[in-house]
């Protein structure tokens, strides 16, 4: 009784007698509820949901969550069921634990199918109430804390996910504090023997650098006292998962250990921002800074709302240390994110920008699940995102974007409105025509340009990063792919019926046409029309059996081409290895499923469907047809390395974009440039072609079709 009675005891500095007293009565439900259940380790199971709320309360959260923590298992694991929560305790608690407990009752067909599933219930219950993820990753720490006397194989699957998501979801809503227990217990559990050589390794570094990081402190705090900043600072020594991180992501097998140099660090707290940059100035006064290895949080925050300055400097005996300079505030909000500031009490409270941010991530999330196929690739989105570094963008207006690094304008339009991305079809980076699929750069002032009868092209997908942009795409193509499919079924059959002078329209009986649906097993025309679209079901058979009388008369190789536009949707696609542009001479392969893909008619790679009729489409580009199109281009050069900016710059000149370049030495005094530029037509490519070929150093230049 005296661990429950001191823990109420605790929240009297901060809670009314009223809501401690619902805390208690959820303490003593749950203790009921639970009776004599017992944890892995031995203990009565109420010792969780005890310590769960403790967690809370460092945290300052309010009395329903406390409430829900102590409450978050009895849907789960006893008889209790959410309505009487919900009469015991009120709605807002019952929820809160509903959107805690686990799918307890379905059949799942693996273990991450399982974890799929709870999770996208929990994100939808997160949706309603942010509270949700901070309950459970509190209940997540916790089950860190006490993962000893679990099965080894039971602590490495707890451990890799809680590194995958729960570590990526406390840093995503700014809870470092958690973050970095997270990682730490979870890089324990899931590797061992590595953490503790770690572990060994940083003791070692930390008695061989003692005086010297005591020095670089003292030297900070005369520079304070000179400078008259109202300043402390804190040495802070890089937790281990985040060396192993550093070590694993510059590689591992070539960097080692002793080359990780910046093991330790300091924090600077000062009262206001105009201190952050004069303590900056301060210690760049101080020390050299290393270019490159300075960030200002502060001017443009992470997404999570973490804001400080980050400069790393050439320390005593030149070892580099990184400092961070933040504001109390900022470092509250740094330690705790979201909880820092959760106001509950009054309706009038405005959020705060943690709040805002974590809420508009939290939408994101909806969003990515109401658009993933399933579960499983839900969860697969979510861990993309998180796992991404960030870069920094600006809207026309001066709106900072973030955005996973090599992300493109395409990504940048969908993170403005998923209808901007919709209707994209070009852009201006700096205010220089650029292509959708450029990679970002930090900084960068972005426009993107729409149109209304503009819609999402698949090949985005090949360049896009944020899952957000991809699953928006797909959703897209979805709903066109069933209209595409029918529009270009109609039309590849009017085709082929042309050659006996009728149509589906004209010429055909109505009960004819039913009887050939019913005989394909097709519900309606268009559910044919889309199958013959597809490459389903071939067009020449389909109009032999619509008019039987004439079916001689019709051939399989129709003299009639299909005219091919740009916007013919996501049925009709380019092929990648030969890249056929406006003006080329091409042809159509139908593939099961896919539809239409248009080939050079010298592709090799189609050379042995030649001989089989029903595969192959004659098609004709339309005179009208317009967009960028990609090409490959080899050009045998002298060795020269201006060379290639030169030609950069001519094809810039002649309004082309660059989207890859490969470069390759054939002897001292040769190069090989590959590049794949994207040009409107051939007769663009042609001039590109001339104006390249006309440069002293260039020895060939040709078009790459295989």
């Known amino acids: ?31 009921e ?9 031995g203990e009565l199971y109420i010792t969780h949901p005890l310590a769960v709320a403790k967690i809370l309360a460092n945290m300052h959260m309010d009395h329903y969550s406390l409430a829900a923590a102590m409450l978050h298992d009895v849907i789960e694991d006893t008889g209790t069921s959410k309505d009487e929560l919900a009469e015991q305790f009120g709605a807002t608690v019952a929820e809160l634990v509903d959107g805690v407990s686990k799918l307890t009752h379905i059949e799942f067909s693996s273990q991450e199918e399982k974890q799929a599933r709870n999770f996208e219930k929990m994100a939808i219950a997160m949706s309603k109430d942010i509270r949700v993820i901070i309950v459970k990753l509190a209940d997540r720490l916790h089950n860190m804390r006490t993962l ?10 707890v451990a890799k996910e809680t590194l995958d998501m729960y570590a990526r979801i406390a840093a995503r809503l700014g809870m470092q504090d958690l973050r970095v227990e997270f990682e730490d217990r979870g890089f324990e559990a899931l590797y061992p023997l590595r953490a503790r050589r770690l572990k060994a390794a940083v003791s070692a570094v930390r008695s061989k650098q003692r005086e010297l990081v005591s020095h ?103 070892i580099p240390v990184e400092i961070q300079i933040r504001t109390k505030e900022m470092d509250e909000i740094a330690n705790t994110g979201i909880a820092a500031h959760w106001l509950y009490k009054s309706d009038d409270d405005e959020d705060n920008t943690s709040q805002l941010r974590a809420r508009r991530w939290v ?98 997908l090949n360049s896009v990063k944020t899952s957000k942009a991809r699953s928006a795409i797909r959703h897209e193509l979805k709903n066109y792919q069933k209209q595409d499919a029918v529009d270009l079924g109609r039309r590849m059959l009017n085709r082929t019926l042309m050659q006996v002078d009728v149509s589906i329209e004209q010429g055909i009986d109505a ?66 290895c030969c890249h056929p542009i406006p003006g080329d001479a091409i042809v159509g392969v139908i593939s099961g499923g896919k539809g239409l893909t248009i080939h050079l008619d010298t592709c090799k790679n189609i050379a042995e469907m ?97």
């Not at 005296?2 to 203790?31: G, H, K, W």
């Not at 509820?33 to 380790?41: D, F, K, L, N, P």
């Not at 080692?256 to 093991?263: G, P, S, W």
């Not at 210690?283 to 290895?293: S, V």
Request: net charge neutral; hydrophobic share 35%; charged share 30%.
């Open 1 to 31: 009784m005296s661990t429950i009675n001191e823990f109420l005891e605790s929240l009297t500095s901060y809670l009314d007698p009223e809501q401690i007293r619902l805390v208690e009565r959820a303490y003593y439900c749950a203790e």
């Open 33 to 41: 509820a639970h009776g004599e259940q017992r944890r892995t380790s």
């Open 148 to 157: 000893g006397p679990l099965k080894a194989e039971k602590r490495r699957r």
């Open 216 to 318: 670089i402190q003292e030297a900070l705090e005369n520079q304070i006292q000179r400078w008259d900043i109202n300043a402390i600072v804190i040495g802070r020594e890089k937790h281990l998962y985040s060396i192993y991180r550093k070590m694993e992501l510059k590689g591992e097998k070539k960097r080692r250990f002793r080359d990780i140099t910046d093991v330790f660090g300091f924090r600077v707290i000062v009262e206001d921002i105009n201190d952050c940059y004069r303590m900056l100035g301060a210690t760049h006064n101080l020390y050299k800074p290393i270019p490159g290895r300075f960030k200002d949080y502060i001017a443009i925050p992470k997404v999570n709302g973490y804001q400080s300055i980050h400069t790393v400097v050439n320390g005593a005996e030149n």
């Open 363 to 460: 939408n994101n999330l909806l969003e990515l699940q109401q658009n993933a196929g399933d579960p499983l690739e839900f969860i697969e989105q979510v861990k993309n995102d998180f796992f991404s570094d960030e870069i920094y963008v600006f809207t026309p207006k001066g709106k900072i974007i973030e955005l996973p690094m090599g992300a493109t304008p395409v990504d940048f339009a969908y993170a403005v409105h998923t209808e901007i991305g919709n209707t994209c079809f070009a852009c201006r980076i700096n205010n220089r025509s650029a292509s959708l699929n450029q990679q970002l750069e930090n900084g960068q002032r972005v426009q993107i340009i729409t149109a209304n009868d503009r819609r999402p092209q698949a090949i985005w």
């Open 511 to 576: 009960e004819k046409i039913q009887s050939v649906i019913t005989e394909l097993h097709c519900s309606d025309m268009d559910e044919l029309l889309s199958k013959i679209g597809l490459g389903d079901q071939m067009s020449a058979t389909v109009a032999k059996m619509l008019v039987p009388e004439r079916a001689d008369d019709i051939s399989t190789t129709v003299e009639s081409p299909l005219t091919i536009d740009a916007t013919d949707g996501t049925l009709i696609t380019l092929s990648r």
């Open 610 to 706: 030649r001989d089989n009729p029903e595969k192959i489409s004659q098609v004709n580009w339309s005179p009208t047809v317009q967009g960028e199109f990609p090409v490959d281009l080899i050009i045998n050069v002298e060795a020269d390395r201006s060379l290639f900016a030169k030609i950069a710059s001519r094809i810039t000149e002649m309004g082309a974009n660059i989207e890859k370049i490969q470069y390759k030495e054939k002897d001292p005094s040769r190069n090989i440039l590959r590049l794949t530029i994207g040009v409107r037509n051939r007769v663009h490519l042609a001039d590109i072609m001339r104006r390249i070929r006309g440069m002293r150093q260039v020895e060939k230049i040709g078009r790459d079709k295989n």
